[in-house]
Nanobody, 120 residues
Framework: QVQLVESGGGLVQPGGSLRLSCAASGRIFSIVTMGWYRQAPGKQRELVASITSGGSPNYVDTVKGRFTISRENAKNTAYLQMNSLKPDDAAVYYC??????????????WGKGTLVTVSS
């Protein structure tokens, strides 16, 4: 199996910054895409940002110019730098990884989430 552990969430004032980390471990042959999703109370989980193994990022429009996703392939770790945070960014942030566990077995895994609260 593969475990994803997120860290870096917390309470921040509007306009502040946080950096989330997601470390993958376990039976990993390679990781195709790593992504960050979020889910606010009463809302559906949405994709915030994703990044391919080659480093190509993708963002939801609402975070473009404020959030930056990156990854260190050698460490199987992804990061989400969040700047200019708004109250609407408050949510539980989940890490997702699309993993080749062997040359024939590919699965998607989720972390347990980290809470981001944006409030003054």
């Amino acid at each position: 199996q593969v475990q994803l552990v997120e860290s870096g969430g917390g309470l921040v004032q509007p306009g502040g910054s946080l950096r989330l980390s997601c470390a993958a471990s376990g039976r990993i042959f390679s990781i195709v895409t790593m992504g960050w999703y979020r889910q606010a109370p009463g809302k559906q989980r949405e994709l915030v940002a994703s990044i391919t193994s080659g480093g190509s990022p993708n963002y939801v429009d609402t975070v473009k110019g404020r959030f930056t996703i990156s990854r260190e392939n050698a460490k199987n770790t992804a990061y989400l730098q969040m700047n200019s945070l708004k109250p609407d960014d408050a949510a539980v942030y989940y890490c997702n990884a699309d993993v080749w566990q062997t040359a024939l077995s590919r699965m998607s895994f989720w972390g347990k989430g980290t809470l981001v609260t944006v409030s003054s």
